[in-house]
């Protein structure tokens, strides 16, 4: 992964988003050689956010599964609303 300046990002940055579009390269932008954020494609963001899903979905399926086994019955959406203050 490339490693970028912030003052540099600034100076480049159409050049930066049409590599990072066009010939797919990855950026890590640096204040005082610290990563601060990341210019990814598209395509990879929506990878990131799909294997996120999965895991939410994985976790979701242990938890109640784990309820299930304890006898504990799930409690419903609207309930949780309320009792969450949404």
Request: hydrophobic letters at 45%; proline letters at 3%; glycine letters at 4%.
């Amino acid at each position: 992964m490339n490693k970028i300046s912030v003052a540099k990002a600034r100076k480049e940055f159409a050049e930066l988003i049409n590599r990072t579009a066009y010939c797919k390269e990855r950026y890590v932008v640096t204040r005082r050689n610290k990563g601060m954020v990341a210019i990814i494609p598209v395509e990879d963001l929506n990878l990131l956010e799909g294997l996120e899903d999965h895991l939410d979905i994985k976790a979701a399926k242990k938890a109640e599964a784990e309820a299930a086994a304890k006898g504990e019955k799930p409690i419903p959406w609207k309930k949780a609303r309320k009792i969450l203050g949404l």
